[in-house]
């Protein structure tokens, strides 16, 4: 058994997390997230295909699968553009009480 560690980042400010959410979700060949903002934060997995990632002030990369990315609490985010293959991924939402994933989409 071997256990890597693929992924490790602090929140911003701590989260009263009462549960996580999980959904696999599907961008078609070609199709771009937009401009974005979530109301917690998000870590996900790439399952299929690719995306072009992007958070506000960091280096865009691609995601393929395998690959994990974390999306801050009310950080922008700039890309999540899928590719040729279109894209599916796992998405993680820590939630606080009586909280709901939300995306607004700033003008921008």
Do not use: C, W
């Not at 490790?8 to 979700?25: E, F, G, S, T």
């Not at 990369?61 to 609490?73: M, W």
């Not at 950080?75 to 796992?90: N, S």
Request: charged share 25%; net charge negative.
């Amino acid at each position: 058994m071997t256990r890597d560690v693929v992924l490790d980042v602090r929140l911003a400010r701590a989260k009263d997390a009462h549960r996580v959410q999980a959904r696999r979700i599907r961008i078609l060949p070609g199709q771009a997230a937009g401009l974005h903002v979530h109301n917690g934060p998000v870590v996900g997995s790439i399952v299929d295909g690719s995306a072009v990632f992007q958070v506000e002030g960091e280096t865009e990369t691609v995601l393929r699968p395998g690959d994990v990315f974390y999306e801050p609490e009310g950080a922008p985010i700039r890309r999540f553009d899928a590719q040729d293959a279109g894209v599916t991924f796992l998405a993680y939402f820590l939630l606080g009480p009586d909280q709901e994933p939300e995306l607004s989409f700033p003008a921008g």
